[in-house]
Each structure stands twice: as structure tokens, then as C-alpha cells.
């Protein structure tokens, strides 16, 4: 099946690729488009080329899964290059995406026109890699070095009017796109062409300029923003083929490195996720308002979430000054995203007008989905339970946003059990991108495909999860932090611990992880269950709790804090109370610590799978990575762990 379709509209050769989902660069691919610069530049009817795409999308980048593979000529480089010196003009008519491969082919052509909703980018370094077919040597020279600079480090596409102002494309087309660019090539036709840009000449930069841009990628995980400066600079003081030689050998010692790997397996990881194979085909419910149960953090975080994503929300909570609490709590977070230029003043009240606060739960019975954030105590999510089932419609999703508790214990006597389903979103909810998605074996497969759909919209990152105590995440953070004492017991210090965990690429440690949000919140809930009997042995963050220290709210947990100061100092007091229980001499380097951890982390994975709770590895490293922190870079720790075996 050929991938290139051409046709004539007069002197203008229409070409039109037709590669789905995305129109991703494969060898075929580029074979045609080489086949087809050399038959239009032979060919004495054509005056210039147009180059579309069928589907949702321009070519939307090199195939991401021919990374591992031998390459096959023609190579892109090439190509963009021979599309260059094509004869007559190529135009670039882009809709969609035109994304790495795809917009370095667009810079080959001699001109770029786009939709007014097309969308612009290198991304390539959102997979440990730079352009490699250009994009770091034509790009300055057809927008300039500091642009250029700005696009290619940051991996994030621009709006076509932005392209359009930097000089990036040279027309934004209204209505139909074939046809205007076919009006645009022919006006364009009559006057005198514009250079190739790869002869185009590019100002040169301050060296302070560089410094300071490859001083901002400095950091670990951030090697292909680093080395992308490095060739964009040397493409700024080079001629072009020298540049080129010089992109390549970067290119290529990236892509087959530890880090693109590992990125790699997330990107294709976040497109497994959201799409579960056994709801293929089932159409969701539909969901035009949503009820929350509780206006505490929480709630308002996933209320928050909602109406950036346009959904009226309606939330419930036990009398009418907690109703007024929690819309206040919503309030804060929107004026605190307004105080970020996140968010417009008008934004914000559009925001508050779209959410309904009372303390009638009957004000529920509109929603189409209701989710219950309440205290994490099972009595109480019954009664919620019990409630939602008198005011609710029938067919009305009902869920709960439970982190450790049983979903089908919260749902027990609820009419229609085929309903329910577990939704755990992440503090803050209306930030964190993570939210495990915890099926009864009585949810119905559209009940499921509802709450896939409605994370889609919120823009989270569903993960499917089964039922045991914590789930996915809270299970593998309950094993982490248990390893991080285990180590401490083995005569390693707080601080070395949390060190290691932060050059591995963790932002905090865990102990100052503990320290910030709490050491009540896990000592509260085993207290719960030893409360029920259960044999649950006291963890030493249990014994800092009882010796009254709780974490920065109280001055100190596992380190010491001067008052209205964040900064963890070694605590001699909490030594004090560890010092019984130490019973080793420790010595492990920080490597080895970080191993340790994520080692621990992917042995509860290896459990996980092996119970069916995660359906592959890959769903696992995304909850570590969306909701724990657990560094992307490194493919997260079931990824990891396999690595470094
Ligand atoms: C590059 O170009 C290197 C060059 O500089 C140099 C080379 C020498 N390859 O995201 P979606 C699949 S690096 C293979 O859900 P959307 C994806 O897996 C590349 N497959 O759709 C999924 O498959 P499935 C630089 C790809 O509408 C399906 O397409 N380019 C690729 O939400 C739909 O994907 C990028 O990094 C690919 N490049 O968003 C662009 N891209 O259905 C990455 C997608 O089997 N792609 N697939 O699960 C995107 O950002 C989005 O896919 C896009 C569409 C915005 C295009």
C-alpha cells in the first residue's frame, strides 16, 4: 500500500500522507517522499509541491518504535535535505501536529503554512534525544539562536500564531487548508523565492547567553536539553554541514542511551494506560456534571479539576458553613493559581459560577457521576454511601476517592453495585496527574470506560488498579518507606537516606517527604488497626509520633526546624529515640542506598503483578512517576530495576 498519494490542482502537485494514527515517519515513508522529489522535479508540468496529510495530524515525528532498529536508507536528515534542493518549491500545509521529524521536513520545504489551530514543536527531548534530522541547525537559522533555544530545550509545541510571529512558518491559513495553501503557493510562485534556510545566516549569540542556558539543564534527567544547547550552539557558529555531522553524533549517542530508553518506555507507557484493551469498544456513560461528596482539600482539589476541565460541579458537604468552607477552599486554590498567571480573574469566577455548594444531598440527584471525598474512616463513607443511594439517579456513576480502604465495603447496600467504582486521586488533586482507577468485580465495563473517559478529560493519568490494602501506589510507598528504616536500622543516617534518594532524582527524600506532610497521617491509620485488633508492629516513624514528633507541624519528626524555617536540621532528640533500635554500623554508598529503595519498590511491583492488582510493569512505573515523584528519566522502578539487573 502505497503512503503517498499525489493529484494536480493546475501546475500544483498535491501530495498527501496517509500514515495513521499520526503520520509518524516510517522507512516507507521516506522512500516515497525521495521517489516523489525526484518524479515532480522531472516532471515539466508541475510548478511547485504541496505537501498534506490525511487524518487528525501532520507527520507527527520520526516512528518512535524503529528507535531500536538498523536504519534504513533514505535517512530524514537527507530527506529534509533533498526536499531542500528540489527544483521546484515544496509548501508545507500542516494541520494537527507538525512535530520533530515532522516539522524538520517542514523546514526542508521553502515554505510553511499552517491552521490557525495546528500545533508546532520539537519535542524530541521529552525522549532523551535532540532533532536529529536538523532541527537543531535549520531552526536558528530560520527563527533565530535565541528562539530556537526556547523551542527545542523546552519540547512544548507552539500555537500556530506564535509560530507565525517568530518567523517560524510564513501564513496562517483560514478555512479550508488544501485550498489556501494552494492559493498561497501560487502567489507565492510569482514573486522571487525565499532562500533555502539552511543557507539562511544566523546572528550569533553572547557566550554569556549559552552559559546560562546550558547552566539551567544542569541538573540529572535533563542530559538532552544540556546537549541540545551544546548543538545549537556549535550549529550558530558553524557552516551547515558541519552542523549537521555534528547534530548526528549527538543524536546518535542519545538515542542509545539509558535515558531515552527509559523515556521512551514512558511514552509509550502513558499510551497504553488510558486505554485498557478489554474496554475496547465500550462506550462510556456520559457525564455533564459531576457530584463531590466533602469540601475538605481534597475535594476542592478535585472540584478545582473538574472546572478546568469545563465540568459543572455540584458539592455536597454536612451543614451549610462547611458547604461555605469548602467553596472557600476552592476559592484559594483558583486565587493562588490567578497569583501565578495561571489563571485570568475573569477565569476564575467562571470557575467558582460552575460549582453548586449546599448541604441538601438531594442537590446531587442531576449529577451524572458523584464522587465522595470524605474522611477516610469506613462508617462514615457508608452513611455518604448510604445517602448517595436515596438521592442519586439509577444509572448515576457513584465512587469513592478511598486511599487504603476496601471499595467494596464502602459500597455494601448500595442498590446497583455495577455502578460503583474506586477513584483515588492525588493531593494536591487538582495538580497531581496520577489517579488509580479501583474496579469491584461487580463494576460494569461501562461504569469503568466512564471513569477512563472522565480521567481524559480532567487530564490525569488513569491507571486501572485492583483491590488490596493501598492499591498500586500507597502499597509500593508503604514498602519504600519501610526500606528507608530498614536502612536507618542498618546504621545508614536519616539524612544519608534521603541524600541518595535525591541524587537518584527524588525531589525530597523520604524522611523529608515525611516531615513535610505528616507523621500522624500513617501513624493514625495503623493506630486504626491495631484499634481493630490487628498485630501491627511500631514502625520508628511510630515512635517518633509517640515521642510527639509529628514533622515540621511540630517542629520536628526525623529532623529538627527553626521556627518559620523549612530547612531539615540533624535532630539529636530524634537520634535519641532511634538509637535503641539501630543495629548496625551501615556503610553503603549512596548508589547503593537508591538501589536499595527502588530494588524494594519493584520487588511489592513484581508482587503486585503477580496478584493481578496492575495489569502490566509499565502501569506500575506510571504510578510512581505521576503520583510519587519517582523520577521519569529512569522509566520509574519496575523499568528501572530490570535495567540495573
Ligand atoms: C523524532 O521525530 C526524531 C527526529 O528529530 C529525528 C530522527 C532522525 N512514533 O498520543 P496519542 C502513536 S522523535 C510512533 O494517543 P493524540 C501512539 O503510540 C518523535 N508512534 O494521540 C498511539 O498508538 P496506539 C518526535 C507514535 O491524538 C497513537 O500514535 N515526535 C508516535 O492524543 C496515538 O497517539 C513526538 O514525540 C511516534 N512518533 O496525540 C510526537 N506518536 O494507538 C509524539 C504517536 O497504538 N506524539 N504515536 O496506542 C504526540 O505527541 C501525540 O501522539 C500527538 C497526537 C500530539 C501527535
Known amino acids: 500500500m502505497q503512503i503517498i498519494q499525489q493529484h494536480m490542482d493546475g501546475d500544483i502537485a498535491v501530495l498527501t500522507v496517509d500514515n495513521p494514527p499520526v503520520n509518524a515517519i516510517s522507512a516507507q515513508m521516506r522512500q516515497e517522499l525521495w521517489q516523489a522529489v525526484d518524479r515532480l522535479d522531472a516532471d515539466p508540468a508541475v510548478r511547485a509541491v504541496l505537501l498534506t496529510c490525511a487524518g487528525r495530524t501532520f507527520i507527527a515525528g520520526a516512528d518512535v518504535r524503529e528507535f531500536g532498529q538498523p536504519p534504513v536508507e533514505p535517512h530524514l536528515p537527507d530527506l529534509v535535505d533533498r526536499i531542500e534542493r528540489a527544483e521546484k518549491p515544496w509548501v508545507a500545509a500542516i494541520h494537527g501536529s507538525a512535530l520533530g521529524g515532522g516539522l524538520e521536513i517542514a523546514m526542508g520545504c521553502r515554505f510553511r503554512v ?105 541538573g540529572p534527567g535533563q542530559q538532552a536539553q544540556a546537549r541540545a544547547v ?72 478535585i472540584a478545582v479539576a473538574c472546572r478546568n476541565a469545563g465540568v459543572p460541579v455540584v458539592m455536597v458537604e454536612r451543614d451549610d458553613e462547611a458547604a461555605a468552607r469548602g467553596v472557600s477552599n476552592i476559592r ?177 527524600g523520604p524522611f523529608e517527604a515525611q516531615d513535610l506532610s505528616g507523621l500522624d497521617i500513617a501513624f493514625l491509620q495503623r493506630e486504626g488497626l491495631r484499634a481493630e485488633g490487628q498485630d501491627v508492629p511500631d514502625t520508628l516513624s511510630d515512635r517518633l509520633v509517640r515521642a510527639g514528633r509529628k514533622g515540621q507541624k511540630t517542629a520536628g519528626g526525623w529532623y529538627d526546624y527553626a521556627k518559620g524555617d523549612r530547612t531539615p536540621r540533624p535532630s539529636a532528640a530524634a537520634q535519641e529515640v532511634l538509637a535503641p533500635h539501630i543495629a548496625g554500623a551501615g556503610g553503603l554508598s549512596s548508589a547503593q542506598i537508591a538501589a536499595r529503595l527502588v530494588d524494594a519498590m519493584a520487588d511489592e511491583g513484581r508482587k503486585i503483578l503477580a496478584e493481578g492488582i496492575a495489569s502490566r510493569a509499565s502501569d506500575i512505573d506510571l504510578v510512581e512517576i505521576h503520583g510519587y515523584g519517582f523520577p521519569r528519566w529512569t522509566g520509574g522502578p519496575m523499568f528501572a530495576a530490570a535495567r540495573s539487573r
Open 114 to 218: 499552517a491552521a490557525p489551530d495546528a500545533k508546532l514543536g520539537l519535542p524530541e527531548v521529552n525522549l532523551g534525544i535532540i532533532p536529529g534530522a536538523s532541527g537543531t541547525v535549520r531552526t536558528p537559522r530560520l527563527i533565530g539562536a535565541e528562539a530556537a533555544i526556547g523551542l527545542v530545550t523546552s519540547g512544548r509545541p507552539w500555537r500556530a500564531q506564535q509560530a507565525l510571529t517568530a518567523g517560524l512558518i510564513d501564513a496562517v491559513v483560514e478555512g479550508d487548508l488544501p485550498e489556501g495553501a494552494v492559493k498561497f503557493a501560487r502567489a507565492a510562485l510569482s514573486a522571487e523565492l525565499p532562500l533555502p534556510v539552511s543557507v539562511r545566516p544566523v546572528a550569533p549569540l553572547d557566550a554569556a547567553v549559552w552559559d546560562r542556558a546550558a547552566a539551567a539543564f544542569a
Open 332 to 508: 484559594a486554590i483558583l486565587a493562588g493559581s490567578v497569583k501565578r498567571g495561571k489563571l485570568t480573574e475573569a477565569q476564575m469566577a467562571d470557575r467558582l459560577a460552575g460549582v453548586e455548594a449546599s448541604a441538601d444531598y438531594a442537590r446531587l440527584a442531576p449529577c451524572d457521576l458523584v464522587i465522595e471525598a470524605v474522611f477516610e474512616e469506613i462508617g462514615v463513607k457508608q452513611a455518604v454511601f448510604a445517602e448517595l443511594a436515596r438521592v442519586c439517579r439509577a444509572d448515576a456513576v457513584l465512587a469513592t476517592n478511598t486511599s487504603y480502604l476496601d471499595p467494596r465495603r464502602i459500597f455494601e447496600g448500595v442498590p446497583g453495585q455495577d455502578r460503583c467504582v474506586g477513584l483515588h486521586f492525588f493531593s494536591p488533586a487538582h495538580i497531581m496527574k496520577l489517579l488509580e482507577i479501583v474496579p469491584t468485580p461487580d463494576t460494569a465495563p461501562d461504569v469503568l470506560a466512564t471513569a477512563f473517559a472522565l480521567a481524559g478529560r480532567l487530564g490525569k493519568m488513569p491507571v486501572r488498579a485492583g483491590i488490596c490494602e493501598g492499591f498500586i501506589g500507597n502499597r509500593i510507598f508503604k514498602r519504600y518507606r519501610a526500606e528507608a528504616e530498614k536502612l536507618l536500622v542498618e546504621g545508614h543516617e536519616v539524612q544519608q537516606v534521603d541524600a541518595a534518594a535525591r541524587d537518584f532524582g527524588f525531589r525530597m
Open 230 to 301: 551544546e548543538s545549537l550552539r556549535y550549529a550558530t557558529e558553524h557552516p551547515f554541514d558541519s552542523a549537521m555531522r555534528n547534530e548526528r553524533r549527538i543524536f546518535v549517542a542519545l538515542r542509545d542511551s539509558d535515558q531515552a530508553a527509559a523515556l521512551r518506555h514512558v511514552f509509550f507507557a502513558e499510551r497504553a494506560a488510558p486505554r485498557p484493551p478489554e474496554l475496547k469498544g465500550v462506550t462510556p456513560r456520559g457525564v455533564a456534571r459531576v457530584g463531590i461528596v466533602g469540601g475538605g482539600t481534597m475535594g476542592a482539589g
